[in-house]
């Protein structure tokens, strides 16, 4: 995934951010709203991917992703929002919110991927994205491992992920990432 990671990415090395499993059970309503991926976590940089495994076979239906194709060059930097509506640490977050896509689908030149156990789709934390509920009987599962290149710099803000802090790396802000155990370095050519 490191590999390519990178080579999508354009970057000759990818530093492992973090990995998380997102589950969906059948019948839930609650869909995962439009977001950008940027906001949430302390890096910047145009070299910051998700890697996202289909565990599962899905279609949008069954909560695939879909992504507002070209979003990622809007240069436009969206304020991350609680997925659960109550608000937690993305409230400290001082900044433009995400447009309301779903209210006005048909502005926005949307595309989503069935996928079956073991496809990947690869995608830029600047593009906007989201997933409906899961309306299909089968719970849907990915792995989504998230991965930075040549030019991400550590940039702790307010709202942004309070798991990764600067005790916790020897990063400086404003720097590329420490070559510490927080952020190994997994591939380079």
Same mark, same amino acid.
């Given at each position: 995934?490191a590999e390519l990671? $990178?080579t999508?990415?354009?970057?000759a090395?990818?530093?492992?951010?973090f990995?998380?499993l997102?589950?969906k059970?059948?019948?839930?309503?609650?869909?995962?709203? +439009?977001?950008?991926?940027i906001?949430? +976590?302390?890096?910047?940089?145009s070299?910051?991917?998700?890697v996202?495994?289909a565990?599962?076979?899905a279609?949008?239906?069954e909560?695939?992703?879909e992504?507002?194709?070209?979003?990622?060059?809007? *240069?436009r930097y969206? &304020?991350?929002e609680?997925f659960?509506?109550e608000? &937690?640490w993305?409230a400290d977050?001082?900044?433009?919110?995400?447009?309301d896509i779903? $209210?006005?689908r048909d502005?926005?030149?949307?595309v989503?991927?069935?996928?079956e156990?073991?496809? &990947?789709?690869?995608f830029?934390?600047?593009i906007?994205?989201?997933?409906?509920g899961n309306a299909?009987t089968h719970?849907?599962t990915a792995?989504?491992?998230? +991965?930075?290149? *040549?030019?991400a710099?550590?940039?702790?803000h307010?709202?942004?992920d309070?798991?990764v802090t600067?005790?916790?790396?020897t $990063?400086?802000?404003?720097?590329?990432?420490a070559?510490? *155990?927080?952020?190994p370095?997994?591939w380079?050519?």
């Amino acid at each position: 995934m490191a590999e390519l990671a $990178a080579t999508l990415m354009g970057s000759a090395s990818a530093r492992f951010y973090f990995d998380h499993l997102l589950v969906k059970e059948p019948g839930t309503e609650s869909p995962t709203p +439009w977001h950008q991926d940027i906001g949430y +976590w302390p890096f910047l940089g145009s070299q910051i991917c998700s890697v996202w495994v289909a565990c599962t076979g899905a279609g949008v239906a069954e909560s695939s992703l879909e992504f507002v194709r070209g979003s990622h060059r809007w *240069d436009r930097y969206f &304020a991350p929002e609680s997925f659960t509506g109550e608000s &937690a640490w993305t409230a400290d977050f001082v900044g433009e919110r995400c447009p309301d896509i779903e $209210a006005a689908r048909d502005d926005y030149d949307i595309v989503g991927f069935d996928v079956e156990p073991g496809d &990947a789709i690869v995608f830029s934390s600047w593009i906007v994205h989201g997933s409906p509920g899961n309306a299909g009987t089968h719970r849907r599962t990915a792995l989504s491992t998230r +991965w930075l290149g *040549d030019d991400a710099v550590w940039s702790p803000h307010p709202g942004c992920d309070p798991s990764v802090t600067q005790a916790d790396t020897t $990063a400086v802000p404003g720097g590329y990432p420490a070559d510490d *155990d927080r952020f190994p370095l997994v591939w380079s050519a």
